[in-house]
């Protein structure tokens, strides 16, 4: 599917990426489920989140709370509170730095809790997109605290990028675990 380029695009791509990662989480065994993700010995995976994750739940708290930076930063920008995406002292090249502190949070989340969390912020993403015209969420710099982009950019990297990037992460633990 190629990157959503209009509304409709991008509550597509989010719905049918979404839809895609949970038949991927049911149809994983128990032996799947229950196995603690191993890249180690994988030297093309040196991206700090093949270390990070160690299990679905991790996986699906990463989603939630890129899910929570996204509707924290849209809010607090159109209620006149200007922020940036990464809340301070994170910047783009230590943003990995505030991934681990999200994974270290939710140690003690429940999976059970973490599927519902995410399911939620799902659907929050999806009703506030719905707020705003295809020319709000696409044309580059319609709001000025935006930057060089648009907001539907970031919206499509919180959402079916951001899903893409679970599936293949899942996929690769499963594919491991059947070996």
């Given at each position: ?71 924290n930063w849209i809010k607090s920008n159109i209620d006149g509170n200007k922020i940036d995406f990464l809340p301070e002292p994170y910047t783009w090249k230590t943003y990995a730095e505030m991934n681990i502190e999200f ?77």
């Amino acid at each position: 599917m190629a990157r959503p380029k209009t509304k409709e695009e991008l509550i597509e791509a989010a719905g049918v990426n979404f839809d895609k990662l949970w038949k991927l989480i049911d149809s994983m065994s128990e032996k799947v489920l229950n196995t603690e993700f191993d890249f180690s010995d994988d030297l093309k995976k040196k991206e700090a989140h093949w270390k990070r994750d160690k299990n679905l739940r991790d996986v699906l708290i990463h989603l939630y709370e890129w899910h929570q930076l996204l509707l924290n930063w849209i809010k607090s920008n159109i209620d006149g509170n200007k922020i940036d995406f990464l809340p301070e002292p994170y910047t783009w090249k230590t943003y990995a730095e505030m991934n681990i502190e999200f994974w270290g949070k939710h140690q003690n989340t429940k999976i059970e809790d973490a599927r519902k969390m995410l399911k939620e912020s799902h659907e929050n993403v999806l009703f506030l997109i719905q707020t705003f015209s295809n020319e709000e969420l696409f044309s580059k710099q319609y709001f000025d605290w935006i930057g060089t982009t648009s907001l539907g950019s970031y919206c499509v990297s919180a959402l079916s990028s951001h899903y893409d990037w679970a599936i293949k992460k899942l996929r690769a633990h499963m594919k491991k675990v059947s070996k």
